[in-house]
C-alpha cells in the first residue's frame, strides 16, 4: 500500500533524499509545489576493486596483508562493512503561505523516507553490470556485509527531513509591478536518520539562462555551496563508525534543455567537492569530488553519482536515483497535504 | 538480473495505483509560460503544469488555482469567460481565430456527451469564493470546442473574471495565459530517460578512460 501510494499517478518533481547529498547527488532545492517520490540506491563500499580498504592510510589497509586476515591483531579499521541503502522517499514542498502565487519567496519541504539497508541491488549493479558487464575490470570484494539478511530488523532505515527555502524575488516596473522568481535562494534543514542526523545551510542559485536561450536548445548554469554538522545517531551499533563533525560541499554544473515545447528533455552535469563525512585512520576528513548526471523528461528524473571524477572506488561511491512528482494526490495525500499546511500557517 | 523489467513493472504500478485516464504511451502536458505574478491578478497557479486530454472534438485541461481576493469577495465567471487564441500573448493575436472554452470545477472529467451540453447551456456562470477556511484550491477545468493543438505552439488562454465584494460588481478583469500542449508518455520517457542515463554514463567513462 505503501508503494502505492507513492507511486500514485498523474505525477508530476526532487525529493531530499537522505545522504545522498553526500554520495554527490545533486542538492539544488526543488520549488515546485507539491508532492514527489522516488527511490535512491546508495553504495558504500569497504574496499576498491584494487583492495584497498576505504579509510586505512597505510598499507595495512589491503585486503591482502596479513594483518588484516582473520586470526591476525589487528585494530578494527574504520569502516569495517559494506552498505547498501535503499530508500523510498515522499517529500512534499509547499509555500508558507499556501494560497500565495507560485513565484511566492518563502517555501518548505518535509520528505520521509523507508528503506532497507542492503547491498543486493547495489552490489549487483557495480560488478556484474558496472565492472564485469561494461567495463571489464576487476570487481569490487566484500569481505563483510551490514546486512547479509536485508529483512533483519536492525537493517530496516528510516529517515525524516525538513527544509525552509527562501527565493529571491526580482520586482520589475512594466505596466504595473510584476514579480519574476530569481534563480537565487537560501536555506536552511535537518535530515534526521538512522544512518546519520544532519543540520545545513544553503546558498546559491539555480537555473541561471545565462548561456543560450533558444527554442529547441537552453543552457544554464547552477552552484551551491552547503555548510553542515553531522550527529551520529545515538544507536550501539551505527552505520558508520566515525564521522566528521561538519562539512561543507561545493556544487556547480550545466543544464542544456532539449526541444523545450515539444517534449522537454533535461540534461544536467554536476560536479561536486564534499569536504568529507567520512574520517580516515588518522581521523582526518577524507575529501571526496563526484561527477553526477542527470536527466529529466516528463514527470521523472533520473540521477546517477559516482566518485570517480576524486578518482577512488570506495566508501561512498556510487549512487543513484528515480523520483517523479505526484500532480493529483489521491484523498490520503489529499489529507497528508491539508495537515502539513495547517502546521506550516503564516497567519 | 537486469533492473529495466522491474522499472517497467514500477511504470506500469505507477499507472495501476494512478487514475485510468493517464495515457501510458501518448499524452498532452500543457505548461503556462507566464513567468511572473502580479499581485492583482485574480487567482494564482497552483501549478504552472498540467495535463491536457482530447475526447472527440474536444481539448480539456485542467488549472489547480488559488483564488485570490479578500474575505467576502467572489469571483464570477460567464458562459462566455475562457476563449482561447491561436498564438501568442501579442498585438498579432487580435487578428487570429479565438476558440470557445467552458469552465467547470467538477473533480471528475465529463465525457464527450456531458462536454456538448456543457456549451448549450449560455446561462451557466461559475462562482468561485474563498470558502470559510479561506484555504480552497480550486481545480478550474477547461474544455475547448474544435480545438486540436499541435505540440509545440504558444496560444493564449484568456479568463475573465468578474469580481464581486458584497454584491457590487468591479471592473472584469482579463487573465492571460500564454501556454503550450508537449507530449507526454510515462512509459516512453521512462524508457528515453533510462536510454539516455545510460549513454551519458558511458560516455563520462569513455572521456575518463581517455
Not at chain 1, 591482502?64 to 517529500?91: H, I, K, R, V
Not at chain 1, 553490470?129 to 539478511?149: F, L, M, Q, S, T
Not at chain 2, 470559510?132 to 479568463?159: A, F, M, N, V
Request: glycine letters at 10%; aromatic letters at 12%.
Amino acid at each position: 500500500m505503501l508503494l502505492c501510494l507513492s507511486l500514485w499517478l498523474p505525477v508530476h518533481s526532487q525529493t531530499s533524499s537522505p545522504l545522498a547529498a553526500h554520495w554527490g547527488a545533486t542538492d539544488y532545492p526543488e520549488f515546485k509545489r507539491g508532492f514527489q517520490s522516488g527511490m535512491t540506491f546508495l553504495s558504500f563500499t569497504e574496499y576498491d576493486s584494487e583492495r584497498h580498504r576505504f579509510g586505512e592510510t597505510a598499507q595495512a589497509g589491503r585486503a591482502d596483508d596479513p594483518s588484516t586476515q582473520p586470526g591476525a591483531a589487528a585494530e578494527e579499521p574504520p569502516y569495517p562493512e559494506t552498505m547498501g541503502f535503499n530508500f523510498l522517499s515522499l517529500a512534499y514542498g509547499n509555500h508558507v503561505n499556501s494560497q500565495s502565487a507560485e513565484l511566492a519567496n518563502m517555501m518548505y519541504r518535509y520528505t520521509a523516507s523507508i528503506g532497507i539497508n542492503s547491498d543486493l541491488f547495489t552490489e549487483f549493479y557495480q560488478n556484474q553490470v558496472i565492472h564485469k558487464g561494461y567495463r571489464d575490470i576487476a570487481p569490487v570484494p566484500r569481505d563483510r556485509v551490514r546486512c547479509e539478511d536485508p529483512l533483519r530488523p536492525d537493517c530496516a532505515e528510516f529517515a525524516v527531513g525538513g527544509e525552509i527555502l527562501y527565493r529571491f524575488t526580482d520586482i520589475e516596473l512594466q505596466d504595473k509591478l510584476r514579480f519574476k522568481s530569481s534563480s537565487f535562494f537560501v536555506g536552511v534543514g535537518t535530515s534526521l536518520g538512522t544512518p546519520l542526523l544532519e543540520g545545513y545551510v544553503e546558498l546559491g542559485l539555480s537555473r541561471l539562462p545565462t548561456l543560450l536561450t533558444a527554442e529547441y536548445l537552453g543552457l544554464r548554469v547552477a552552484g551551491m555551496i552547503r555548510v553542515g554538522g553531522n550527529l551520529r545517531p545515538p544507536f550501539q551499533d551505527p552505520r558508520f563508525g566515525k564521522i566528521a563533525p561538519g562539512y561543507y560541499l561545493v556544487q556547480g554544473g550545466l543544464e542544456s534543455i532539449l526541444f523545450e515545447k515539444i517534449y522537454r528533455i533535461v540534461l544536467n552535469n554536476n560536479f561536486t567537492y564534499h569536504s568529507g563525512l567520512f574520517l580516515d585512520d588518522q581521523g582526518r576528513e577524507i575529501r571526496e569530488l563526484f561527477w553526477t548526471i542527470g536527466i529529466d523528461i516528463d514527470s521523472f528524473h533520473f540521477e546517477a553519482f559516482n566518485d570517480m571524477l576524486g578518482g577512488t572506488d570506495f566508501g561512498p561511491t556510487f549512487g543513484g536515483r528515480f523520483h517523479w512528482d505526484i500532480e493529483r494526490p489521491g484523498k490520503l495525500l489529499g489529507a497528508v497535504e491539508t495537515f502539513l499546511q495547517s502546521l506550516n500557517k503564516s497567519r | 538480473m537486469n533492473p529495466l523489467p522491474a522499472l517497467i513493472a514500477i511504470a506500469l504500478l505507477m499507472q495501476a495505483c494512478g487514475p485510468t485516464s493517464q495515457a501510458l504511451f501518448r499524452g498532452d502536458r500543457i505548461t503556462v509560460e507566464r513567468n511572473f505574478v502580479y499581485l492583482d491578478d485574480p487567482v494564482f497557479l497552483q501549478s504552472k503544469s498540467g495535463y491536457g486530454k482530447r475526447t472527440k472534438g474536444f481539448f480539456s485541461f485542467r488549472l489547480p488555482v488559488y483564488f485570490n481576493a479578500g474575505k467576502g469577495d467572489t469571483l464570477r465567471f460567464g458562459p462566455d469567460g475562457a476563449t482561447v487564441r491561436i498564438g501568442a500573448d501579442s498585438a498579432r493575436m487580435r487578428d487570429r481565430p479565438t476558440i470557445a472554452c467552458a469552465a467547470d470545477t467538477g473533480a471528475s472529467e465529463p465525457d464527450s456527451a456531458a462536454l456538448a451540453n456543457l456549451f448549450l447551456d449560455t446561462g451557466r456562470t461559475l462562482f468561485l469564493s474563498p470558502g470559510q477556511g479561506g484555504k480552497t484550491r480550486i481545480e478550474l477545468q477547461i474544455h475547448c470546442r474544435e480545438y486540436d493543438p499541435p505540440w509545440g505552439r504558444t496560444d493564449t488562454l484568456s479568463l475573465v473574471f468578474q469580481k464581486r465584494t458584497s454584491g457590487r460588481i468591479h471592473s472584469d478583469q482579463d487573465f492571460r495565459l500564454p501556454f503550450h500542449v508537449s507530449y507526454r508518455g510515462p512509459v516512453v520517457s521512462i524508457l528515453v530517460g533510462l536510454g539516455l542515463l545510460y549513454l551519458f554514463t558511458q560516455l563520462g567513462w569513455l572521456i575518463s578512460d581517455s
